[in-house]
């Protein structure tokens, strides 16, 4: 027979409970660990905090990372940001920084000036070791004309004497020294929207001995970049408007001792030229077609990224991006030019959508790639998946419901038929394939998986193919999918088939 149990109440906390409860524990943490957790709060944050108690009034005085972001945190009609910022470094106690950040809307005022050459001066005075100076002017850069009469904000002399920095990035501001720049612990550089001569590019090479990334984005004044620092090993070279006001529109770049290089964005009336680039190891090519430009220059664009390709055939890692794609395989189109753009690439990787013609381009760079190892395939949509969509596959299916696209199985097993002259080594040393953003969606004709099936039929030393469905990780049974792609026919016994 079961005895009645009888719920107790709990007894009263006792008053050394109690006190434990309303204990402050942060409080008692030490001022040096306080100080390092106001570091990564928004400076106007941290300020607020000294009205806790008379310890915290001041810490916020001590913070070393320095961050005013006037479109981030304040209201853009106010008129309180550039006096916050002067009242703040006033206040400020610690006799050293690490970083000094500002962004903010810049419109060329005498007093706005002098307050930004104070605060550079601040942070020189406090050895800061990182700069990052943000201006804008919105109608600039809605304009798109970098000649348009638009006042910047002019570096201060100083600074081209700084002892401390190792990382400087800045935009929409003149870098014009008159004497030699010394930046001798310099290692990363980055200006953005800016006026810059070759003479001031060759002035900061000189002075920054340890400098290691340069990147320039929508930048003029420079028709050659001849660099020929040791430590510097990679280069990004994003977008470049307007010719620096010669006759010649091309931007020449000789660099033999840089390891990486990347070219992006939008070269509105420009070519590129690579001249030695002889030690590069990794390449990133992106470049847009200017619109309007569209369909006079198109066969000129594909010419510009055919020579680059023939300079750096050497290269092991190449990533290439969708646009830039298009242009090169259309240069790709006349069969004499396939054996001088054959590589020793090692690690392609590819931006792509996933359409028929897209997946017949892969299948292009693999036949100048007869060295390749890695493929990387990073697939992207102009069409997104929507909620709803997501939401009905859910509840409508347990199993991913795989397509197949016999047109482009067919079209891709073109490219591996023995009466391709290229045919013979493509595929030979490929160990590993990445496929990052499946969507079955997307995907509805098979397209994707029709290259998992040719690459597994033809790729003799495969490790893995890993396919990545970030939208689609409600499906439990992922093991069962890679086991329906398993039973397509394998060149390499050992090649596994992930999907996750």
């Known amino acids: 027979m079961r005895t009645k149990r009888h719920c107790r109440n709990p007894p009263p906390p006792s008053d050394q409970t109690l006190r434990r409860i309303g204990e402050d524990r942060i409080s008692a943490l030490p001022d040096a660990l306080l100080i390092h957790i106001l570091s990564y709060l928004p400076v106007i944050d941290a300020v607020k905090t000294g009205v806790l108690s008379k310890r915290w009034s001041r810490l916020w ?43 903010m809307d810049y419109r060329k005022r005498l007093h706005l000036d002098n307050s930004m050459d104070e605060w550079l001066r601040f942070a020189s005075g406090r050895a800061a070791e990182e700069l990052n100076l943000q201006l804008s002017e919105l109608g600039y850069f809605h304009s798109w004309d970098f000649r348009a009469n638009v006042e910047r904000y002019l570096l201060p002399s100083f600074i081209y004497s700084n002892n401390s920095m190792k990382r400087l990035d800045m935009s929409f501001i003149d870098v014009q020294p008159s004497d030699a720049i010394s930046w001798p612990l310099l290692q990363s550089l980055s200006i953005r929207s800016a006026f810059i001569t070759e003479s001031t590019i060759q002035k900061i090479l000189l002075g920054s001995p340890h400098l290691k990334i340069l990147e320039l984005s929508n930048c003029e004044g420079f028709d050659l970049l001849r660099i020929d620092s040791n430590s510097l090993k990679r280069l990004v070279i994003h977008g470049i408007w307007h010719p620096s006001g010669g006759t010649d529109d091309v931007l020449q770049i000789s660099a033999p001792n840089i390891l990486s290089l990347e ?73 004499r030019f396939w054996a001088s ?33 890695s493929l990387q395939i990073n697939l992207a949509s102009s069409h997104g998946t929507s909620r709803k969509v997501v939401e009905s596959q859910k509840t409508s299916s347990s199993c991913l419901q795989l397509q197949f696209d016999p047109d482009s199985y067919a079209t891709l097993e073109s490219y591996w038929t023995p009466k391709n002259r290229l045919s013979k080594h493509m595929l030979a040393h490929l160990r590993t394939v990445e496929i990052f953003g499946f969507n079955e969606t997307h995907d509805s004709n098979g397209i994707v998986i029709a290259l998992v099936r040719s690459l597994l039929k033809h790729a003799k030393v495969l490790d893995k193919i890993a396919i990545f469905a970030p939208e689609i990780e409600y499906y439990s049974d992922n093991a069962l999918v890679a086991r329906k792609l398993l039973t397509f026919r394998r060149a390499s016994r050992k090649a596994l088939v992930q999907f996750s």
């Open 61 to 103: 005085t001590w913070t070393p990372n320095l961050v005013f972001d006037q479109l981030g945190e304040w209201d853009e009609k106010s008129n309180n940001f550039v006096p916050f910022i002067d009242a703040f470094l006033v206040l400020h106690s610690s006799p050293k920084i690490q970083k000094l950040a500002i962004d």
């Open 263 to 335: 070219i992006s964005g939008y070269f509105y009336k420009r070519r590129v030229q690579l001249l030695d680039v002889s030690s590069l190891v990794d390449v990133v090519i992106n470049l847009q077609v200017w619109v309007e430009d569209r369909r006079c220059v198109l066969v000129e664009y594909s010419n510009i990224l055919r020579e680059i390709l023939r300079k750096i055939r050497h290269v092991e890692k190449l990533n290439v991006g969708a646009c830039s794609i298009k242009q090169i395989i259309l240069s790709m189109m006349k069969e």
């Open 341 to 373: 753009l054959v590589s020793r690439r090692k690690n392609l990787t590819l931006n792509v959508e996933p359409t028929r013609r897209n997946i017949s381009d892969v299948a292009c760079f693999l036949q100048t790639s007869p060295k390749l190892e």
